[in-house]
């Protein structure tokens, strides 16, 4: 049984910043991208940031410059610091990785933080 578990949402007021924890346990054999996605309330979820396994990096536009994802492949944990946050960021943050186990290959995701920015 693999589980991710995020951790270090919040309410913060517009400008502040917060910084999200994902840690993947379980019987991981080995662990590819790994990202993070939000949803909005009334809208779809949708990508923020991915991190391969060898720590490439990827964002989406509206946060580029703002938001930082990174890993700790000893650990099984991917992070994403948020700076400069904006009401609009307001949403539940899901991670995401795509694991290995040694018996499949499957993407998990984890149960969602809210992270909710006051103007």
């Known amino acids: 049984q693999v589980h991710l578990v995020e951790s270090g949402g919040g309410l913060v007021q517009a400008g502040g910043s917060l910084r999200l924890s994902c840690a993947a346990s379980?019987?991981?054999?080995?662990?590819?991208?790994m990202g993070w996605y939000r949803q909005a309330p009334g809208k779809q979820r949708e990508l923020v940031a991915t991190i391969t396994s060898e720590g490439s990096t990827n964002y989406v536009d509206f946060v580029k410059g703002r938001f930082t994802i990174s890993r700790d492949n000893a650990n099984n944990t991917v992070y994403l610091q948020m700076n400069s946050l904006k009401p609009e960021d307001t949403a539940v943050y899901y991670c995401?990785?795509?694991?290995?186990?040694?018996?499949?290959?499957?993407?998990?995701w984890g149960q969602g933080t809210q992270v909710t920015v006051s103007s």
């Open positions: 995401n990785a795509g694991i290995v186990t040694m018996t499949l290959r499957y993407d998990y």
């Open positions: 379980g019987k991981i054999f080995s662990i590819n991208a």
